[in-house]
């Protein structure tokens, strides 16, 4: 599904911004991936930061589906899914070969586990209470996060620093964030798990400049222009 063609539409009625405008919020982390591709890519871009409990009237005339990231473009057109973000942000052009790297089948089968399998089971652990009425465990969904995809990750680090290899692609800016959220839920649990390539994998991105700035906190109203990496 990750190889499609990214789905782009035309807004109905809003004027179109002079740079790109990335809808977005802090600690989601589909919005922190699209963020991280906008900022390696040099991509100027502003920003709103979308109060989920009151989002902006015009984030719903843009997208009626209403979840961050949304990307409004300078010619009209609107990129709702944040793996097509990042496709917009690093694939054209690709000097340095972040997009091209993360098209490898191994590499698009990560992303697929990620957004699927893991995301299900990370939000079943990390918030048990919406799945209360669920028969498994939010401990048993916690184990086969771990299997689906720490494990294969676990196996890809041992052999290479980065998912693209030698240097990082676009595949580590995608999942990074949901391992974050994972290793968060219960950080002692995490650190005893045997995932070291993971653990070391993820230490050095939370300190990277790019995570960095990925985090700058954006004020609660207007858009910003997001600061260059």
């Given at each position: ?49 979308v109060s989920l409990r009151d989002k902006p009237a015009s984030l719903l005339a843009l997208s009626p589906k209403a979840t961050v990231p949304v990307l409004h473009l300078p010619d009209g057109s609107v990129i709702e899914e ?148």
């Amino acid at each position: 599904m990750h190889a499609s063609t990214p789905k782009l539409r035309a807004p109905r009625t809003l004027p179109s911004p002079q740079l790109p405008r990335l809808y977005t919020f802090r600690r989601c982390p589909y919005a922190m991936r699209a963020r991280m591709a906008l900022l390696q890519a040099g991509r100027a871009f502003e920003a709103v930061e979308v109060s989920l409990r009151d989002k902006p009237a015009s984030l719903l005339a843009l997208s009626p589906k209403a979840t961050v990231p949304v990307l409004h473009l300078p010619d009209g057109s609107v990129i709702e899914e944040s793996w097509d973000v990042m496709r917009w942000a690093l694939a054209a052009p690709d000097a340095q070969g972040w997009w091209a790297r993360a098209q490898s089948p191994a590499n698009l089968d990560l992303v697929h586990r990620n957004d699927g399998d893991f995301k299900h089971h990370l939000d079943r652990w990390k918030y048990p209470q919406r799945y209360a009425s669920e028969s498994i465990t939010p401990d048993a969904h916690r184990d086969r996060a771990l299997d689906v995809l720490l494990q294969p990750l676990e196996a890809r680090l041992n052999s290479a620093p980065w998912l693209g290899g030698a240097t990082p692609c676009a595949t580590d800016l995608a999942v990074m964030p949901f391992v974050r959220q994972f290793a968060s839920v219960d950080p002692g649990w995490f650190a005893a798990q045997d995932v070291p390539s993971v653990r070391a994998w993820l230490d050095g991105w939370l300190v990277s400049p790019l995570f960095v700035a990925c985090m700058y906190k954006l004020p609660a109203q207007g858009a910003i222009r997001f600061p260059s990496l």
